[in-house]
């Protein structure tokens, strides 16, 4: 059971949230000296990871470096309709630059036909390209059933992706409760799951924790944080 | 001056239209079958081309082959600011698949700082990795100042594009008459210039046309033209 007063930690508190922290920054045009200042931000709050866009990403892996935050991007997003080809050579050009981590986009159009393999082999391209940069696979959770959802988390564990993750923010739906367990019932203990679009309070991304993600990303990390 | 009845020609009207048009269907959720039948309603109608993201575009290459309608496909889209090699990548291996014409996005970020060489390489490099077929630069107008819209225009005419195009219809924004006028002025008379995003009747098709433009992208061709 939950406490009744769980900020009441304050400052320690927030501090634990910033470790769960994607502080993302991916505005089409955002510019260069807003994703520096996004990097300083990640820094002094102690984020987990930078996740900027693929063209951003070597700045923001010379701003984090040895500052302990992961500078991380975007594969074939937001819409996770183009190659398998381009994905992954996608990922092999960030993980050159410096990427720590892969946030791609899953198949949505292909998944809604039922024939798995082209999924599975789309999501295993990039882990291997990426490799050995963890994968994270977002599913676009707004557009699919929960039949949908399942499916694609097993083909995110036998593809080897390292995490789950709900939404990218720039379509429809946001993280839910409710999806944040079925992912976590999906994947088992072991996997990652990422709750991501539109986390927009401290109280929401401790719900969401607490239903068992492990990260969570958000643009709107030092509001949630208190400045 | 316009005539007060300006679709008084009806279906020749019509027909007259269809031939401005890039039949879109861009949504990340589309299944094969809808891109088939898209293609089906492209040919149908006598569209200049159906435009689908690129893991679609050999399907929709196969359909149209020898029916007088285009395939063509997006590249960087539709955020614009993957890396200049990815978006290169992507357009030759569009081309590979039977692209026709690939509709680019402009890195926004870049273009609003003021240094204009990193995006004119940008858009050059997609013009080199898709020759001889022709490239749209996607400037997504809702995010620019007129001022950046203009720098824009010249950038692409620099970089031997063949248009300029208002909208993703994923962002902000959309195609209107003043911004049409705008990249009309700037490109000159003999660059295209192609009005996309919220582009949802024969009138406002029309309107945009009489501007300057002289291609229409819309997801909603069908329903313009009236079934």
Same mark, same amino acid.
């Given at each position: $059971?939950?406490?009744?007063?769980?900020?009441?930690?304050?400052?320690?508190?927030?501090?634990?949230?910033?470790?769960? %922290?994607?502080?993302?920054?991916?505005?089409?045009?955002?510019?260069? $000296?807003?994703?520096?200042?996004?990097?300083?931000?990640?820094?002094?709050?102690?984020?987990?990871?930078?996740?900027?866009?693929?063209?951003?990403? =070597?700045?923001?892996?010379?701003?984090?470096? &040895?500052?302990?935050?992961?500078?991380?991007?975007?594969? =074939?997003?937001?819409?996770?309709?183009?190659?398998?080809?381009?994905?992954?050579?996608?990922?092999?050009?960030?993980?050159?630059? =410096?990427?720590?981590?892969?946030?791609?986009?899953?198949?949505?159009?292909?998944?809604?036909?039922?024939?798995?393999?082209?999924?599975?082999?789309?999501?295993?391209?990039?882990?291997?390209?990426?490799?050995?940069?963890?994968?994270?696979? %977002?599913?676009?959770?707004?557009?699919?059933?929960?039949?949908?959802?399942?499916?694609?988390?097993?083909?995110?564990?036998?593809?080897?992706?390292?995490?789950?993750?709900?939404?990218?923010?720039? =379509?429809?739906?946001?993280?839910?409760?409710?999806?944040?367990?079925?992912?976590?019932?999906?994947?088992?203990?072991?996997?990652?799951?990422?709750?991501?679009?539109?986390?927009?309070?401290?109280?929401?991304?401790?719900?969401?924790?607490?239903? &068992?993600?492990?990260?969570?990303?958000?643009?709107?990390?030092? $509001?949630?944080? &208190?400045?």
């Amino acid at each position: $059971m939950q406490s009744k007063k769980p900020f009441a930690q304050g400052v320690l508190r927030r501090s634990g949230l910033a470790q769960f %922290i994607d502080h993302t920054l991916l505005r089409p045009d955002a510019r260069p $000296m807003e994703v520096a200042n996004h990097c300083r931000e990640a820094v002094r709050h102690g984020f987990k990871a930078v996740c900027v866009n693929p063209f951003h990403l =070597g700045l923001a892996a010379g701003f984090v470096a &040895g500052q302990g935050v992961l500078p991380i991007t975007v594969v =074939g997003f937001p819409l996770g309709a183009t190659l398998t080809s381009v994905k992954a050579f996608e990922a092999r050009e960030a993980v050159n630059l =410096g990427a720590r981590e892969i946030d791609m986009v899953i198949n949505v159009g292909q998944l809604k036909t039922g024939k798995t393999r082209p999924v599975l082999e789309d999501i295993a391209a990039v882990v291997q390209a990426a490799a050995p940069c963890p994968v994270k696979v %977002i599913l676009e959770t707004g557009l699919l059933t929960d039949d949908e959802k399942r499916i694609a988390c097993h083909l995110a564990v036998e593809a080897k992706a390292a995490f789950v993750k709900t939404c990218t923010g720039f =379509g429809t739906g946001s993280a839910t409760v409710e999806d944040v367990k079925l992912l976590r019932r999906e994947v088992g203990p072991d996997f990652g799951v990422k709750a991501s679009g539109g986390v927009d309070s401290a109280e929401k991304a401790w719900a969401l924790i607490n239903a &068992g993600a492990n990260r969570i990303g958000t643009s709107r990390s030092t $509001m949630i944080l &208190g400045g």
